[in-house]
C-alpha cells in the first residue's frame, strides 16, 4: 500500500467512525457538499464518494460551489477538476463581495458577515438542487480550536456540532471530518495534488490571528500531551452538566 492510500484509508476510517458514531448519513439522502477550493472540502468530497461506492445504504452526492464574487477566485480550477473527477456539480456566482460592502455596519465582522451570507446562499442552493444535507469540511482542528477561542474569548463552552438542523429548519448540516487532524489532510492534499484556490477576499489571512494562537497553543502543549487533540474532542461527547456552572447543584438547595 503506498503513503497516499495509507492516508487516505486513515481518513477513511475516521470518517466512517464520525458517521457511524452521530447517525450522518442515511438511506436516500441527496448531500450537498459545500467546495471552496480549500483542501478540506476536496478532502471531504473525495472521501464521501470512496465510501459512497461501497455503503450499504444508497445516497446521493452534488458538489457545490459558492463564487463571492471576489476578483481574482480562480473557480475554473474548481470546475475543471470537479468535471474531470466525474463529480457531479453546481457552481453559484454571487455578489457577496458588493453586498458585504454595501451592508458591512461597523464593528461587525467582515468574516461573520461574509459566513453568513456564503450560509445562506449555501441553504438556497442545496434547496433548489433538491438535497436535505449539506456536508461541511470542518475538521478535528477546527473543532477544538473553536472551543478555546470560544472560552477565551467569549466566555462560553461551544464548538461546533457534528450534525444539526440548519437555521433555515429544512436542511442538515453534517461535518464528517469532526475525527481528522488537520495534518492527515495537509499530507493527502499535497499527495493527490488537489488543486488549491484561494478566496481572494480582501481580509484573507489577516483575520484569523487568534484561531492560529490557538493552533500554536494546542501544538505546543501536544510536546508534553502527545493526546491532547483526541482528548479534547473526546470532551466534546463527554459533557458532564452536574460539573459546570450551568444552574444544576451537585444537591439539590434547602429552601428556608
Ligand atoms: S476569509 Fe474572506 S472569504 Fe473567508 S470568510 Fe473571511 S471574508 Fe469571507
Redesign the pocket.
Known amino acids: 500500500m503506498t503513503g497516499t492510500q495509507k492516508i487516505f484509508k486513515r481518513i477513511q476510517k475516521d470518517v466512517g467512525r464520525a458517521i457511524a458514531d452521530f447517525g450522518l448519513i442515511e438511506e436516500g439522502d441527496r448531500i450537498a457538499v459545500g467546495i471552496?477550493g480549500g483542501k478540506d472540502s476536496y478532502t471531504l468530497l473525495q472521501i464521501l464518494e470512496a465510501l459512497r461506492k461501497k455503503a450499504p445504504v444508497r445516497f446521493e452526492l452534488i458538489a457545490i460551489n459558492v463564487d463571492?464574487g471576489?476578483s481574482g477566485y480562480r473557480k475554473d480550477l474548481i470546475a475543471a477538476y470537479l468535471h474531470r473527477q466525474g463529480f457531479r456539480y453546481h457552481m453559484e456566482t454571487t455578489r457577496?463581495d458588493e453586498i458585504?460592502e454595501e451592508n458591512l455596519r461597523p464593528g461587525t465582522?467582515?468574516?461573520?458577515?461574509?459566513?453568513r451570507?456564503?450560509r445562506g446562499f449555501l441553504y438556497t442552493l442545496a434547496e433548489r438542487l433538491e438535497c436535505n444535507k449539506i456536508a461541511l469540511g470542518h475538521h478535528l482542528d477546527d473543532f477544538i480550536e473553536t472551543l478555546l477561542l470560544n472560552q477565551f474569548f467569549s466566555g462560553k463552552l461551544a464548538a461546533m456540532s457534528a450534525k444539526m438542523l440548519a437555521d433555515n429548519g429544512k436542511h442538515t448540516v453534517i461535518r464528517p471530518l469532526v475525527y481528522v487532524k488537520e495534518a492527515d489532510i495537509v499530507t493527502l492534499s499535497q499527495a493527490m495534488n488537489f488543486p488549491i484556490v484561494h478566496?481572494?477576499?480582501?481580509?484573507?489571512?489577516?483575520?484569523?490571528r487568534n484561531r492560529q494562537r490557538m493552533k500554536q497553543l494546542i501544538a505546543s502543549l501536544e510536546v508534553d500531551i502527545p493526546n491532547i487533540r483526541h482528548s479534547m474532542i473526546n470532551a466534546l461527547k463527554n459533557v458532564q452538566p452536574r460539573y459546570l456552572l450551568t444552574g444544576q447543584t451537585e444537591h439539590p438547595v434547602q429552601e428556608k
Open positions: 471552496s463571492p471576489f457577496s458585504i465582522s467582515y468574516c461573520a458577515f461574509c459566513s451570507l456564503r478566496c481572494a477576499c480582501p481580509v484573507a489571512g489577516k483575520t484569523d
